[in-house]
Structure formats: C-alpha cells, structure tokens
C-alpha cells in the first residue's frame, strides 16, 4: 500500500512540475480581447514584434523572460495569453510553463498566434517603416545554408538566426521550388496527414496520403517513403508537428520535416491555395 502511495505523490508530483496548457481558438482570444480580461504576451523575438502584433500585447521573448517578467501583473491570478507565430510556433508553450512555474494560475496560449489573427483582420498593430521598398520578383534565398540528410539537399527554417531543433523546413524555399505546379525536388516526398476525403478532394503535386489520427496520436510509419526524406503538411501546421512528435524511432525522425503553410480551398472545394506561415 506504501508502495502504491509513494507512486502516486510522485505522479502527481511530476504533473505538477510539467504543467499543462490551456489551449484557445480564436474565438476565445477574441472575447477576452474585447472585454479586456487579459493581458496578451508576444513570445516571438523583438524583430518580429516590432513587424506586426496583436493589438495592446506586450512582448517577452522566451529568451528575455527572466529580464523581462518584471513587467507582468503582481497578481498571480491574472489572465495572460501567450502567442507567437502560428501552430508549428512552440515559444507561447515555452513561455506558458515558464509562468506556471513562477505561480501564474490562468495562463492560456492562443497556438493560432499573429499570423491567424492577422488573416482573420483582427486589431493589429506594427512598427511604421517609410521608404519601404517593394518586393522583387528574385527567387527567394534562404537565411541558412544548406544541409545533407540521406543523401538529399534541403534548407532548414531558421529560428533566432540558428537551425531550428522542431524539423521545420525552410517553407518558403521549398514553396518557391514549386511554384506553378512543379513537383517537389528530388528525393523529398510530401505526405499529406489530412484524412482521406480531404486528399481526394484537392493534394499537393505529388503527394501522398497517410492520415494521422489525432484522437490516439498514431500515424501508419509503414507506408512512409523508404528513400530520402519525408515532409509532413496538413492544413495549419499543427498536425504535421503533432504526428512528426509522435514518432519514437529516432533514426526515422531525423529525416522526417515539417512544412509549416496554411492549405485551403473554398467552399466548392476549388482555388485551394499554399500559403507559408510567416517565418519565426
């Protein structure tokens, strides 16, 4: 019975030393936007935040927040909303626990973040920049150089000038690399998480279906492409993250990638579009 008990402190003990996130759409943020019960954290780095922001948040990039947490509220029990650059973003999950752990008891993360507030045209605001110059029609190039895995050539996401650690590829090469209609390079195939009625209806060039089923957290590893790498895309991005997570095999994860874009098509299921998330 001691033995029993003694397992258990320890469970909860760990449960509470992890935490766990409050989720919110955007509907949510929305109402407690318009009624002011909270306060809403840009975790993203200062750069991005001088770019463009949910209206009134303040900015605290994961990085700064020992420096920077004195300018949250005294009161523990405050609502504070944390948010960063889209699904695939993980810094608004890192900020969240770092205020639990100092006793913040209603902290809530808002995963769609800037970029789905900005494409909704809710209230924002950004940094004034005169002269601006137009954007050229160049092809884009990448912030990185390029690195090797298995034996195909590809371009990493960059997250606070380094690599990112979350699988990210460089979306915006890779869309660059197929724009009007061409398939993707050599030796990296796309697989689309979506369920099956939603790949039939309209895919990528290319790519080839394996839903992930969200409510167990499994995906059929062995319909994964043997050679090369594998990138994972569904709609917003979170899913691709989610079932990336989930892999356990180590050697299969480092050649599996996710491409952070927003996929969607109208209600007539034509016009879909490929969208880039805004890079952190």
């Not at 029993?4 to 955007?26: D, E, R, W």
């Amino acid at each position: 019975m001691k033995k029993i008990l003694l397992v258990l402190l320890i469970g909860t003990s760990f449960l509470i030393a992890k935490g766990k996130l409050n989720i919110i759409k955007i509907d949510e943020a929305q109402k407690l936007y318009n009624s002011k019960d909270a306060l809403f954290v840009d975790a993203r780095p200062f750069k991005l935040y001088q770019r463009g922001t949910i209206m009134g948040s303040v900015n605290i990039p994961v990085k700064q927040y020992k420096k920077l947490k004195k300018f949250l509220p005294a009161n523990k029990k405050a609502k504070i909303v944390t948010f960063c650059n889209g699904y695939a973003c993980k810094k608004s999950d890192k900020l969240a626990f770092k205020l639990q752990k100092d006793g913040y008891k209603n902290v809530l993360v808002y995963k769609g973040g800037y970029p789905e507030w900005n494409d909704k045209g809710k209230a924002v605001m950004a940094l004034s920049k005169k002269g601006k110059k137009k954007q050229t029609s160049k092809a884009y190039k990448p912030p990185l150089k390029a690195i090797t895995v298995n034996g195909v050539n590809i371009y990493l996401l960059p997250e606070d000038g380094e690599a990112n650690e979350d699988g990210l590829i460089d979306q915006f090469w890779l869309y660059d690399q197929m724009k009007g209609g061409k398939k993707a390079p050599k030796g990296i195939n796309l697989v689309d998480l979506r369920k099956a009625e939603k790949y039939k209806v309209s895919h990528i060039q290319g790519a080839i279906n394996i839903p992930y089923d969200t409510k167990n957290e499994k995906l059929d590893l062995s319909k994964l492409p043997k050679d090369g790498i594998i990138v994972f895309y569904c709609n917003t991005g979170l899913i691709s993250v989610d079932a990336r997570t989930s892999i356990e095999d180590e050697k299969l994860a480092k050649r599996v990638f996710v491409y952070d874009i927003s996929y969607s098509c109208d209600k007539k299921h034509k016009n879909c579009k490929i969208k880039p998330n805004e890079a952190l």
